[in-house]
């Protein structure tokens, strides 16, 4: 299944749902740095750093999902909570996607903030955008008139392009990762795709630093990664505290101008407290040991800060593509993306005299009518053993 990914950032989502059996086709990023990053781990050609803006989505051609996590500063509970009046908003320019590419499927992931109460009516526009994303506001109109015009609609008679939208706040240390970070995720199927989907099940246990970096403490120096550089000079103080060694980590935070906060930090059980290196923030999000973050320690953690944790969206991924999965393809995505293991099955089986024979959307295999006519060469059997072949030679 073809992914778009939007607002890529250094790939948490995308590695996610690569791992959950997602093929990417483009990844829209601004930043040069995690730009850097995504060529690093993916395909470099399928990576435009550019403003999403600008993008053409339907130079990337049909796609079966959208996913992307528009930027969080206008709801971070840490920033200027501006929502529709900060430029950087760019929930619009996800809705563009939807209304061009017409995805049978879309996943997008925002900070909490976006659930505070004083952007509820904001909150309910982008949901209603979301499911309704061929109406678009006329010239002058404001979005709260637009609000008011979307509110009216009534689903089950609209005839027009429409998503069945859910929305949930989750904490990632529920699905396997060690960390508590609460996130909006927004998911949404076309409606006339029959789908029954359901949000990915919690996992029974929490895992903890421990868990997750446990393994570094016993390494030789000189078998450690290069990106698990020691920072000095963390110091603690009134709500600058770190995160324990034998807990799941706080939220792992970009910062201002990429400095990180007391919960990029850690404590561990003599006292002692340093900042998170960038491989052992790596590994709390749940990326690959091997995966490049690109750039110094407080850009890369900056980029790690605003990741989607991998485990928490390859478990969003798979619970999509089973969704997704009992869709019957047409005959050419069938043709496409038939199994490796079918595709030999069917060239033994034409050899031996059978032809694929398309009947309907599925693809029986019936023997053939034409009878080939065998040449059959008269070979002298040749005896089996050595010495019965050489025996009358002496």
């Excluded at 930027?71 to 929502?83: E, H, N, T, V, Y």
């Amino acid at each position: 299944m073809r992914s778009l990914e939007l607002f890529s950032g250094c790939g948490g989502l995308a590695k996610g749902l690569e791992q959950a059996g997602f093929e990417h086709c483009a990844f829209v990023e601004f930043n040069k740095w995690a730009c850097k990053s995504l060529r690093a781990n993916f395909n470099p050609t399928l990576v435009h750093e550019t403003d999403v803006r600008k993008f053409d989505f339907t130079s990337v051609g049909k796609v079966d999902i959208v996913a992307g996590g528009p930027p969080c500063q206008p709801f971070s509970l840490g920033g200027l909570s501006r929502a529709h009046e900060d430029s950087r908003d760019m929930f619009p320019e996800a809705i563009r996607a939807i209304h061009e590419l017409r995805p049978k499927a879309f996943v997008f992931e925002n900070v909490k903030g976006l659930l505070r109460k004083s952007f509820s009516d904001y909150f309910s526009y982008i949901i209603l955008r979301l499911t309704y994303p061929d109406v678009v506001a006329t010239e002058g109109k404001t979005w709260r008139e637009h609000l008011e015009e979307l509110r009216n609609l009534d689903f089950a008679e609209y005839k027009g392009l429409k998503y069945n939208v859910q929305y949930r706040l989750v904490n990632a240390v529920d699905y396997g990762v060690p960390q508590n970070r609460e996130r909006v995720f927004i998911v949404g199927f076309k409606d006339d795709v029959p789908v029954k989907w359901k949000w990915p099940a919690m996992s029974q246990s929490k895992r903890t630093i421990a868990d997750a970096i446990g393994h570094l403490q016993s390494t030789r120096p000189y078998e450690l990664p290069e990106d698990h550089k020691i920072i000095l000079g963390a110091r603690e103080y009134p709500g600058h505290s770190g995160s324990d060694y034998n807990s799941p980590s706080k939220t792992i935070k970009a910062g201002a101008h990429g400095v990180p906060g007391g919960e990029n930090m850690i404590r561990f059980p003599d006292g002692t407290l340093r900042y998170m290196t960038v491989h052992e923030a790596k590994l709390i999000q749940t990326f690959p040991s091997n995966y490049i973050v690109c750039g110094g320690w407080g850009e890369a953690m900056r980029q790690i800060g605003n990741a989607v944790p991998v485990k928490l969206a390859e478990q969003m991924g798979r619970s999509i593509v089973e969704a997704l999965g009992g869709i019957q393809s047409s005959v050419a995505e069938y043709s496409f993306r038939r199994p490796r293991t079918e595709q030999l099955r069917l060239a033994i089986e034409k050899k031996r005299g059978y032809k694929g024979v398309v009947v309907g959307k599925a693809e029986v295999v019936k023997k053939s009518t034409v009878k080939k006519k065998i040449e059959k060469k008269s070979v002298a059997k040749r005896p089996r053993s050595v010495r019965a072949r050489y025996g009358k030679h002496g």
